[in-house]
């Protein structure tokens, strides 16, 4: 879903959150840094579960659009090279697979109503910055950050973006929930994690 989004159920960011622990933890990755977005809707959640259909559409069709989940949960469509470079592990590129899981996750069989420009509507309330909340919860779990942190390092151990790791930093410290010590037991390299960026997983 792409666009100015739409007018969706009400959602608090610590419920969407919430939703992306429970993701991790049936996938067993709760002491994984390192989400493997592309292993998890590709290999488990398309090939595996059969709960949707991944499907590739080339650059040309796809247009500027990025990536598209489709209303009834039928197919999430990925734009051919931002597919590509998911799997390579570009940061960019994951957070769209992530958020587009988010928009199968919450947006599935709901009503929907376009926001229109003149519109003021408040963010918990929009398809988008749900979205991008549960992109970022499922990457970069609060659990993992502490008072050492600087977008670099979280850049680092979850794969994201500059951007994707200053805005959640940001976010969980004015929220008061960055650790005052790193917890030494999950310091776990990211090139070594368990589903290292572009490697299949063995599910």
């Given amino acids: 879903m792409n666009g100015?989004?739409?007018?969706?159920?009400?959602?608090?960011?610590?419920?969407?959150?919430?939703?992306?622990?429970?993701?991790?933890?049936?996938?067993?990755?709760?002491?994984?840094?390192?989400?493997?977005?592309m292993e998890v809707l590709e290999k488990v959640l398309d090939n595996k579960?059969?709960?949707?259909?991944?499907?590739?559409?080339?650059?040309?069709?796809?247009?500027s659009a990025e990536g598209y989940t489709d209303q009834s949960g039928k197919a999430i469509y990925l734009r051919e090279d931002v597919y590509r470079r998911a799997w390579e592990g570009e940061p960019r590129?994951?957070?769209?697979?992530?958020?587009?899981?988010?928009?199968?996750?919450?947006?599935?069989n709901v009503q929907l109503a376009r926001v229109q420009p003149e519109q003021s509507v408040p963010i918990f309330r929009q398809s988008e910055p749900q979205a991008n909340q549960?992109?970022?919860g499922l990457l970069m779990p609060a659990r993992f950050f502490s008072a050492e942190d600087t977008p670099d390092t979280v850049m680092l151990r979850h794969g994201v973006s500059y951007q994707a790791?200053?805005?959640?930093?940001?976010?969980?410290h004015r929220k008061r929930r960055i650790l005052p010590q790193k917890n030494k037991d999950l310091r776990i390299n990211p090139q070594v994690s368990t589903f290292p960026a572009g490697q299949g997983a063995s599910w």
């Avoid at 790791?165 to 969980?172: D, I, Q, T």
Wanted: glycine residues 6%.
């Fill in 93 to 108: 590129d994951r957070f769209t697979a992530a958020h587009e899981l988010g928009h199968w996750d919450m947006h599935t």
């Fill in 49 to 63: 579960l059969n709960f949707f259909d991944l499907i590739i559409v080339e650059n040309q069709e796809m247009g």
């Fill in 4 to 37: 100015n989004g739409f007018i969706v159920s009400p959602l608090s960011w610590s419920k969407i959150e919430n939703n992306t622990l429970k993701w991790r933890r049936i996938l067993g990755l709760e002491n994984d840094p390192f989400f493997p977005i």
């Fill in 165 to 172: 790791a200053a805005n959640r930093l940001s976010y969980l």
């Fill in 134 to 136: 549960f992109a970022s």
